[in-house]
């Protein structure tokens, strides 16, 4: 829009144009005017809209381009998922014990893990290569993951306290399996809703690991200016549909950056198609665009309790009649805080681990990382893997009650 824009723009811009309004003329743009006017006189008149239009057609072709070249891509996701050891409604719980020898060991520590409700799962898996979840397998842990799945007509009646409820009997189950409290690993989304996971089953959660987890919303609203805004109207959406759609979603995800998809396809393109990067790359991108749509109260919690009102960072959410209030949660906990985060700004994630504010008995690692990369760069194993599956591995044992 911003580069079909660009040539009414000139007009509108432009000395001399019959509809031209010097007083609309952006600061920026009035600076180059006579660097064009000169350019004009040498090369000729229109020769600048000329090649304006050029260029238009030439980022658009190169963003159609890419974009196409990403569809046509063969390269999937093939790797075989897990079996599911416990189910309710469209929620599974995935063994990932069941890919390697070391985390089927009697004693293995268990770990719940919960991703966030919007997007998918899959980005903790991707690859056998670039999959958190094997490793943490194959170093003795034996997680076991959360697969939300998409909401049926009972769960898009959800808000948060149906989910951590639905959570705890997850939770109760693995406890009963592993015959002691399991490790709580929540990333994202999923990370806020293990917080009231631990407040409510305190006994029931030997430790708390929590990966790019909002929390105070209103700490850096840098970037949401958008889903701000927008809020009390996408709320009422939610109202009036049972649900948030997954295109909204990606909406709200696109005006964090509205650059991005012109960056990334661009890149793409310049890419080996044969290569390691470019079927990373077209398997991030499947994830990206396979959320899943967010039952209707849960989206308007989010969008009216979380961002508008920031219950969470105030003190004031509450969750089965239980305030959450992460100074009173003694758990060992780990926060994970990636610097480069556009989709949760660090500062959110941070109150989780401010003393006085943050949970009571906390470690706190800043990655220099963004949201995806923690899981998935190049450098996740050695910056985020590593650390948090030993953190993980040493945490005092406790029997449940």
């Known amino acids: 829009m911003t580069w079909a ?10 000395p001399g144009s019959p509809s031209s309004n010097q007083s609309s003329v952006p600061e920026a743009i009035a ?3 006579p660097e064009i006017a000169a350019l004009e006189a040498k090369a000729g008149a229109g020769k600048f809209e000329s090649a304006l239009h050029r260029e238009i057609a030439r980022r658009m072709d190169r963003l159609a381009e890419g974009v196409l070249a990403y569809r046509r891509h063969p390269v999937h996701r093939d790797l075989e998922n ?10 599974r719980l995935l063994d990932y014990g069941a890919t390697n020898r070391t985390a089927r060991v009697r004693g293995a520590r268990a770990v719940l893990v919960v991703p966030s409700l919007i997007n998918r799962w899959e980005v903790l898996d991707l690859t056998a290569e670039k999959s958190l979840l094997r490793a943490m ?10 697969d939300w799945g998409t909401p049926n007509a009972d769960e898009r009646r959800f808000d948060s306290t149906a989910y951590v409820a639905r959570l705890e009997r997850a939770l109760a189950f693995l406890t009963k399996r592993a015959r002691r409290a399991p490790a709580v690993m929540g990333y994202c989304m999923g990370g806020t809703l293990t917080v009231a996971l631990a407040a409510r089953q305190p006994r029931r959660v030997a430790g708390l690991a929590l990966l790019a987890a909002p929390w105070d919303f209103h700490a850096d609203r840098t970037g949401h200016a958008f889903l701000l805004s927008a809020g009390p109207m996408l709320a009422r959406v939610a109202d009036q549909v049972g649900e948030l759609p997954v295109d909204i979603l990606q909406t709200l995800f696109w005006s964090l950056d509205p650059w991005l998809a012109v960056k990334k396809f661009g890149r793409f393109l310049g890419m080996d198609q044969q290569g390691s990067s ?12 396979d959320g899943a749509p ?3 109260p849960m989206a308007r919690e989010c969008l009216i309790g979380w961002y508008g009102d920031n219950t969470p960072g105030a003190g004031q959410w509450m969750v089965g009649g239980k305030r959450i209030v992460p100074s009173k949660i003694a758990t060992p906990s780990l926060v994970m805080i990636p610097s480069g985060d556009r989709i949760v700004p660090p500062l959110s994630a941070a109150a989780l681990a401010e003393p006085g504010r943050g949970l009571k008995n906390v470690t706190r690692l800043d990655l220099p990382l963004g949201h995806i990369g923690m899981v998935v760069s190049g450098r996740a194993r050695d910056l985020c893997w590593t650390p948090l599956i030993e953190w993980l591995g040493n945490i005092p044992s406790k029997r449940s009650r």
Do not use: H, I
């Open 5 to 14: 824009s660009s040539e009414s723009a000139w007009k509108l811009w432009k």
């Open 31 to 33: 600076a180059l005017l």
């Open 82 to 91: 897990p079996p599911a050891v416990w189910s309710e409604g469209n929620t």
């Open 137 to 146: 397998a194959a170093a003795g842990l034996r997680p076991y993951l959360v």
């Open 278 to 289: 470019a079927r990373e790359f077209v398997l991030l991108e499947d994830w990206l665009n």
């Open 294 to 296: 967010l039952a209707g």
